[in-house]
């Protein structure tokens, strides 16, 4: 007899999970969290570790069994397995979809996320550590990515200073067109930097010690 396909949940019902449980990490900085935890080089990396680390060390509490299950269910079985398809060179990462109207609560927002996600990616690479010995070519894309991320969110802060100002929408338009250019280069070092982890993981290759910081 035919097994019947067992449905894994969606970015809206992962999205819902997260909030219930007051994650303070959106789902799109969760996404990037767990795809460099995938990638890490810490041989001590445990996805359940991680996933507990997306509420700073400790799972949030759940009123029954069948609540525990649903959500780590979603995060493990759901998220974390979709994201591991990445380690595919035939499957390249995206980065979340953001609104493209040019508003500067638009650009603001575009700004964050994709700042976020690159900041999200690194720290999961590092598994909460200041440093990690990364291959050549994820080591590169620490350094882009870091630039990448003060980039976005300069681009957010600014937004928020200048809050209540008229809006040149042609400069917004423009400027979005920029991140949007950005965000490719963005997807492009994170999957690299995938790739890197996975060859030099199978090949027992040593790396290259990568400092990290985020200001935190």
Same mark, same amino acid.
């Given at each position: 007899?035919?097994?019947?396909?067992?449905?894994?949940?969606?970015?809206?019902?992962?999205?819902?999970?997260?909030?219930?449980?007051?994650?303070?990490?959106?789902?799109?900085?969760?996404?990037?969290?767990?795809?460099?935890?995938?990638?890490?080089?810490?041989?001590?990396?445990?996805?359940?570790?991680?996933?507990?680390?997306?509420?700073?060390?400790?799972?949030?509490?759940?009123?029954?069994?069948?609540?525990?299950?649903?959500?780590?269910?979603?995060? /493990?079985? &759901? +998220?974390? @397995?979709?994201?591991?398809?990445?380690?595919? $060179?035939?499957?390249?990462?995206? *980065? =979340?979809?953001?609104?493209?109207?040019?508003?500067?609560?638009?650009?603001?927002?575009?700004?964050?996320?994709?700042?976020?996600?690159?900041?999200?990616? /690194?720290? &999961? +690479?590092? @598994?909460?550590?200041?440093?990690?010995?990364? $291959?050549?070519?994820?080591?590169? *894309? =620490?350094?882009?990515?870091?630039?990448?991320?003060?980039?976005?969110?300069?681009?957010?802060?600014?937004?928020?200073?200048?809050?209540?100002?008229?809006?040149?929408?042609?400069?917004?338009?423009?400027?979005?067109?920029?991140?949007?250019?950005?965000?490719?280069?963005?997807?492009?070092?994170?999957?690299?930097?995938?790739?890197?982890?996975?060859?030099?993981?199978?090949?027992?290759?040593?790396?290259?010690?990568?400092?990290?910081?985020?200001?935190?």
């Amino acid at each position: 007899m035919a097994k019947t396909a067992t449905r894994l949940p969606g970015g809206r019902v992962i999205r819902a999970l997260l909030a219930k449980y007051a994650c303070p990490l959106g789902h799109h900085e969760v996404r990037t969290r767990l795809l460099g935890a995938i990638a890490s080089p810490d041989p001590d990396m445990k996805p359940m570790t991680v996933i507990a680390g997306l509420w700073g060390g400790e799972l949030p509490p759940f009123d029954s069994i069948d609540d525990a299950n649903q959500l780590l269910g979603a995060l /493990v079985m &759901g +998220l974390w @397995n979709e994201l591991a398809s990445h380690q595919d $060179p035939k499957v390249p990462f995206k *980065a =979340v979809p953001v609104p493209m109207e040019p508003t500067a609560a638009n650009l603001g927002h575009f700004g964050l996320v994709r700042g976020q996600e690159a900041e999200g990616f /690194v720290e &999961g +690479l590092f @598994n909460g550590a200041d440093e990690a010995g990364l $291959p050549e070519r994820a080591h590169e *894309a =620490v350094t882009h990515l870091g630039d990448i991320r003060a980039m976005m969110l300069g681009v957010a802060d600014l937004v928020e200073r200048t809050a209540g100002e008229p809006e040149d929408r042609a400069q917004i338009k423009k400027t979005i067109k920029h991140l949007r250019a950005m965000t490719e280069i963005m997807e492009t070092e994170i999957h690299a930097a995938v790739l890197s982890c996975v060859r030099a993981r199978a090949q027992g290759l040593p790396g290259l010690t990568s400092p990290w910081s985020t200001g935190r």
